[in-house]
Nanobody
Framework: VQLQASGGGLVQAGGSLRISCAAS????????VAWFRQAPGKEREFVAV????????YYADSVKGRFTISRDNAKNTVWLQMNSLKPEDTAVYYC?????????????????WGQGTEVTVSS
């Protein structure tokens, strides 16, 4: 599976942004996909994950109620809709996939990674 994240940019606090993860590869539709983020000087942290068929999702407490992860396997794409953005959401966002249908929140459990897209939230 190859992943490419896009859609990042600069947005004011309180605003919204949708980032995308385009995938190629036959196993994408059977893979759980997650978003992680990494702010400067900080460790990579889990944001959200979606099951292979979109039926199950799980979010970090810090984004619950503000972010929504979704996918369309026919388009080989996963999105992260981010609303009510805060300056602390500023980070490089990475999408990742794992060769399993199980949901995981630990980045070491993921086999495939995109290159990241930068999100900056100004106060």
């Amino acid at each position: 599976v190859q992943l490419q994240a896009s859609g990042g940019g600069l947005v004011q606090a309180g605003g919204s942004l949708r980032i995308s993860c385009a995938a190629s590869g036959r196993t994408f539709s059977s893979s759980a996909v997650a978003w992680f983020r990494q702010a400067p000087g900080k460790e990579r942290e889990f944001v959200a994950v979606i099951s292979w068929n979109g039926g199950n999702t799980y979010y970090a407490d810090s984004v619950k109620g503000r972010f929504t992860i979704s996918r369309d396997n026919a388009k080989n794409t996963v999105w992260l809709q981010m609303n009510s953005l805060k300056p602390e959401d500023t980070a490089v966002y990475y999408c990742a996939a794992r060769s399993s249908k199980l949901l995981e929140t630990t980045h070491t459990q993921y086999d495939y990674w995109g290159q990241g897209t930068e999100v900056t939230v100004s106060s």
